[in-house]
């Protein structure tokens, strides 16, 4: 098979620095991955969200893949991202977590970009869990 010349990038964009505190974790967890854009909103007023999305997209080629990570569905950062979502190369995920991250950032670039978030946002939701709930369903299933 024969090795494309596409990179496949990621955006992180939430309210705050809450993309900085996941790429922190992403950093010490998997370690450093390259082509990671953050847009921490509204944290410095002289600094739009759309100059940030512009920013980022001036460094994303027609040859590369875009996955946005954005906190909140329907959320002001989201529906900013969704204006270049029609581009056939820039895929929107909203509501993520760690979990969904580490995948999809450690995934094979050579994996249909689809497959790739189909996956992980289903394996991400198994990892969602109230664990006072399952503890008390293992000691009930233990008395029993």
């Known amino acids: 098979m024969e090795k494309s ?18 790429k922190s974790s992403l ?19 002289a600094v739009s969200v759309e100059t940030q999305i512009k920013e980022v997209m001036d460094q994303v080629s027609d040859n590369d893949e875009l996955i946005v990570f954005c906190d909140i569905m329907g959320g002001s950062i989201t529906n900013q991202v969704l204006q270049h979502a029609l581009r056939s190369n820039v895929y929107v995920v909203s ?21 790739v978030i189909t996956s ?14 399952l503890l008390t369903q293992q000691k009930e299933d233990q008395d029993d």
């Not at 992180?12 to 900085?20: K, S």
């Not at 992980?120 to 709930?133: F, L, P, S």
């Open 95 to 115: 509501g993520f977590n760690l979990p969904l991250l580490m995948e999809i950032l450690m995934a094979d670039a050579e994996t249909p970009v689809e497959e």
């Open 120 to 133: 992980a946002i289903d394996n991400a939701k198994e990892q969602m869990t109230y664990v006072n709930r």
């Open 5 to 22: 010349d596409r990179t496949r990038k990621f955006l992180i964009a939430t309210h705050g620095t809450f993309a900085a505190g996941v």
């Open 27 to 45: 950093d010490i967890i998997i370690g450093a991955v390259e082509h990671v854009f953050l847009i921490q909103a509204y944290i410095d007023d």
